[in-house]
């Protein structure tokens, strides 16, 4: 079975442009959440999708946004992007129960200068 | 709200030695789950052992034990018989059960195996 895919894994980008991620769930994952880690915050949850639909979002502006494919595929993104944006972005996918555990992908490491 | 904290920014610890990693908690709900990750320098997140708070008994998978006191609201990791493998960031996490899958994370630690 193949894991959560992320794509693409590394970004470079100029201040003030926009950003998009993707995320391939597990097959079979109804669930896709996504997180920002950086050496200052940590790892911070940001918002996650069940069947098309964000169920919860964490702490963070308006420019950034996500959405869920009827396939699961789930993509997020970065408007009016800032130096303080550059992250690893993770995503992870579960089953859809609340009864079970995170799968993480490797990440996309975004980098803005 | 909920918090995760873990107090030990790094440890280390020689070969096939065993180490304790801490970890406390905070939340209100009666019903979660607590896991350890391991984040090794590919980056990937990586399960290694959950606990489910309604059960008394520790959870153990092969070398990987923890000791969940939830009236303390601690949730340490036990490695027996440390790998170089096991060289990575470790970090606890929690999820409550009722709403959203939504991780919250401690600050990680840091452990270094030494040969």
């Known amino acids: 079975k193949a894991g959560v895919t992320q794509t693409p894994r590394y970004l470079i980008k100029t201040r003030g442009q926009q950003v998009t991620l993707s995320c391939s769930p597990i097959?079979?994952?109804?669930?896709v959440s996504w997180y920002q880690q950086t050496p200052g915050q940590g790892l911070q949850f940001l918002f996650e999708?069940?069947?098309?639909?964000?169920?919860n979002k964490g702490n963070f502006p308006g420019r950034f946004s996500g959405r869920q494919f009827s396939n699961s595929r789930s993509e997020m993104n970065v408007s009016t992007l800032e130096l303080g944006d550059s992250a690893l972005y993770l995503c992870?996918?579960?089953?859809?129960?609340?009864?079970?555990?995170?799968?993480f992908g490797q990440g996309t490491r975004l980098t803005v200068v | 709200a909920q918090t995760v904290t873990q107090s030990q920014p790094e440890m280390s610890v020689q070969e096939a030695e065993t180490v304790t990693l801490s970890c406390t908690y905070d939340?209100?709900?009666?019903?979660?789950?607590l896991f350890w990750y391991k984040q090794p320098p590919s980056r990937q997140m990586i399960l290694v052992i959950r606990?489910?708070?309604?059960?008394?008994q520790n959870a153990t998978e092969n070398r990987f034990s923890v000791n969940f006191q939830k009236a303390a609201k601690s949730f340490s990791l036990k490695i027996s018989d440390s790998q170089l493998g096991d060289a990575a960031m470790y970090f606890c996490?929690?999820?409550?059960?009722?709403?959203?899958?939504?991780?919250?994370f401690g600050q990680g630690t840091r452990l270094t195996i030494n040969p």
């Open positions: 992870a996918s579960t089953a859809g129960g609340y009864r079970t555990e995170a799968f």
């Open positions: 097959s079979g994952h109804r669930s």
């Open positions: 999708y069940f069947s098309e639909t964000q169920r």
């Open positions: 939340t209100s709900e009666s019903d979660y789950y």
């Open positions: 606990q489910e708070a309604y059960k008394q």
């Open positions: 996490a929690q999820t409550i059960i009722q709403g959203a899958q939504k991780l919250v």
